[in-house]
């Protein structure tokens, strides 16, 4: 059985932790991601090679590996480079995830250069975090292995579909039609409805990240009703 097909109808838990989080560690991101192996996910999603190297040591479970990275005036941050997916590969990950946005890469690279070198040089499947339909399905003739909803609300001309709340439910269904490639549903599938809805539309798998592994998140939530009363 393919990695890929390892990940069907199943979740995916994105065990990160963002700058300034206290759950920011390697120990701890292991943690979540050993506690996501014995709740019956499928895989882990997870940033950097500190991280993936600690997960990898407690599970077996496939990784989704990035390198959330920031270049000089670049948009892209998403394992930018074919060089941060080296880095990711030799950390332990079994599919590499890169930003399949058309926006410039450091040094120049294009995405179809990076997809072809991580089949060719590294040997593994390519996932592309795309945030419009139009970037899934060209992610999809470029070879991407997977493309995933994940950037769907995060790009500035993606932004209204944030603002409708929720996850974009109907790029993944188009996706799904039209991609002619496995689809992943990434972006605010926050509540067990939302994870069912999409494995249902047709979705490979689900990952959920902020809604199960932020736990500041999810404080905030309730502290929030709290505060007309605590003065």
């Not at 499928?42 to 407690?58: F, L, P, Q, S, T």
């Not at 496939?62 to 074919?82: E, Q």
């Not at 990950?93 to 450091?106: F, G, L, N």
């Not at 736990?215 to 003065?231: S, Y």
């Amino acid at each position: 059985m393919s990695v890929i097909e390892k990940l069907k109808g199943g979740l995916v838990i994105s065990c990160q932790a963002k700058e300034g989080s206290p759950f920011r560690q390697p120990v701890i991101m292991a943690a979540m991601a050993k506690a996501a192996d014995m709740s019956g996910a499928v895989g882990i999603r997870a940033n950097g090679a500190a991280d993936i190297k600690a997960i990898r040591e407690v599970t077996d479970l496939p990784i989704i590996g990035i390198w959330k990275k920031d270049y000089p005036n670049c948009d892209v941050y998403i394992t930018p480079t074919f060089a941060d997916a080296v880095v990711v590969a030799e950390s332990g990950a079994d599919i590499i995830a890169v930003d399949a946005t058309p926006r410039t890469r450091p040094n120049g690279e294009k995405l179809k250069d990076i997809i072809d070198r991580i089949h060719k040089e590294l040997k593994l499947p390519v996932m592309a975090d795309c945030s419009t339909i139009e970037e899934g399905l060209e992610a999809a003739k470029l070879g991407a292995d997977i493309v995933a909803t994940t950037m769907s609300g995060y790009t500035p001309y993606s932004a209204e579909t944030l603002a409708k709340g929720g996850p974009d439910m109907n790029m993944l269904k188009t996706l799904v039609a039209e991609a002619g490639v496995p689809v992943i549903a990434e972006g605010r599938f926050n509540e067990p409805e939302n994870v069912e809805a999409a494995l249902e539309a047709g979705a490979l798998a689900v990952v959920v990240g902020t809604a199960l592994t932020a736990p500041e998140w999810r404080m905030k939530q309730f502290t929030a009703v709290t505060e007309k009363f605590h003065k």
